[in-house]
DNA sequence: CTAGTGCACTGGTCTGACCAGTAGGCTGCA
DNA sequence: TGCAGCCTACTGGTCAGACCAGTGCACTAG
């Protein structure tokens, strides 16, 4: 009894060697964004792989978001600054296979816009307000022309809030799961009769979150901006998920 | 002036023309997990494309997560039930490109988790409250013993809690963004001297968080869950970027 | 000095081939 | 009859070599 205990033993593709080894270099900085692999004709060589492995390599590693050829470039693929582009897919992907409902993306955002208006209130920089109050200005004057204008404002004063959170991660999930509601109800909220008071109501809301975030006071404008948002959206999410958005305004 | 106003035309790869379809078919259901794609041969007939044009379109979606394939396989490649591996792939690159810091992962968690334990006082069920409580009776067990065990049922217990709060999304960043945090400092953590003790103050702190999630009462779930992890935690984030986890436990 | 033209290279695609695996049917033995 | 073991027809992984439409650059002709 005893003896060795083996592992079991995955056979690794080649294409699989070349990815961990340029995504290794991408990730400890020895290939930096803007600079350029080799052409395949060339990492054929150093790989000593066929053409066909090293383009199976590159495609997942364009799938991942790290490089990105183009046709004729006489240089070769070029390296990507990181961007969420692949954390927004396979989040899209999550929501569009149905794993996630628009309660559970909504009760998403109220959590971390809650979140980041609550540090915002601590560390934004008067750039960083001004910023917010000039996003309210154009939602103002966008209200009563068009709805795609008003959303876009609102947008980029809830962007300029979760910056002024300081948290990258809060950003991104922040950008990646608003764009994946909007793409969910843009449609509904646009032929909506009410958009127009509903769009004057969630100004009135905005400020009323600006304010705290001005005078510093953070628990305030966390509860606030979860009850815009919860107004905001409560119409377009089914009856029988709103407790679960409702939980959320307690704290 | 006027006239058409054309488009730009970007190229659209044949092999992302396969990605595409496929992708789609997944998403609207067509394709259900455990389902077997046609053959590589078959496929490259159904699409008039050749098998290289394929087989990049297969890696693609193999590396978003949403098909496999096994050599030798008499079928296709394997639809795959959605799993955030993918996610958790492209947030560990983020981390890594070193965009990401560690106080700001550690800050992530917190407001995740309390989140995550606001919502399961109200929402959890008597079985997940007895799974909490097993966690916490197996990180006893294991504190005077082992840290990797410790660790695990650490780890148990916040994804009970995860699982509570009723929001896959909450669950799946959770899970994404500690394993993430565990694999940074796992090695600091095991070599620390004063490990034992932050083990039983950790065992202390997760008990006032069940006896919270257990009374209902969700505020001071969220409050103690953020104090935990910060104590937990904030030996290892840098000095610079401690005030920003404060922030958090003011609310 | 510049406008224009090649040329040498790129990535995208195709064809056709070989290999090592796998599963399932077939064979032949007990 | 039952089953072990082999055969075969597939699979995906890899390779080799080819063609094409783009691109950028050096060179050339004006």
């Known amino acids: 009894m005893g003896g060795p205990r083996f592992e ?20 400890t900085g020895t290939l930096r964004p803007g600079q350029r692999l080799p052409s395949e004709r060339e990492l054929m ?9 090293v383009r199976e390599a590159l495609r997942v590693l364009q799938a991942r978001g790290l490089v990105q050829s183009r046709p004729g470039d006489p240089n ?15 989040m899209t992907t999550l929501a569009r296979v149905d794993e996630l409902s628009l309660g559970e993306l909504v009760q998403f955002r109220m959590v971390l816009d809650a979140s980041a208006n609550l540090l915002a209130a601590r560390l934004r920089t008067d750039e960083q307000l001004a910023e917010m109050d000039a996003a309210i200005g154009r939602m103002r004057e966008a209200a009563e022309v068009s709805y795609d204008e008003f959303s876009k404002a609102d947008v980029s004063f809830h962007d300029a809030v979760a910056r002024a959170s300081g948290n ?8 990646v ?8 109800i843009a449609k509904k909220i646009a032929s909506s ?5 509903l769009m004057r109501r969630s100004i009135r809301h905005h ?10 006071d ?26 679960a958005l409702r939980a959320l305004l307690e704290e």
Chains 1, 2 share one sequence.
């Open 8 to 27: 079991p033993v995955r056979t690794v593709r080649a294409y699989e060697r070349i990815v961990e080894q340029i995504e290794e270099a991408v990730e």
């Open 168 to 175: 990258k991660l809060i950003q991104i999930s922040t950008d």
């Open 76 to 90: 070769g693929a070029e390296v990507l600054p990181f961007s969420p582009a692949a954390l927004h897919k396979s």
């Open 193 to 197: 009769d009410d958009r127009v008071a």
């Open 207 to 216: 400020e009323e979150v600006l304010d705290a975030v001005r005078a510093g």
């Open 45 to 53: 060589a150093q790989f000593s792989v066929s053409r066909s492995t």
């Open 218 to 243: 953070g628990p305030l404008a966390a509860r606030l901006s979860r009850e815009t948002m919860y107004d905001y959206y409560v119409g377009y999410v089914p009856e029988e998920e709103r407790p």
């Open 177 to 184: 799961v608003r764009s994946i509601v909007l793409g969910l």
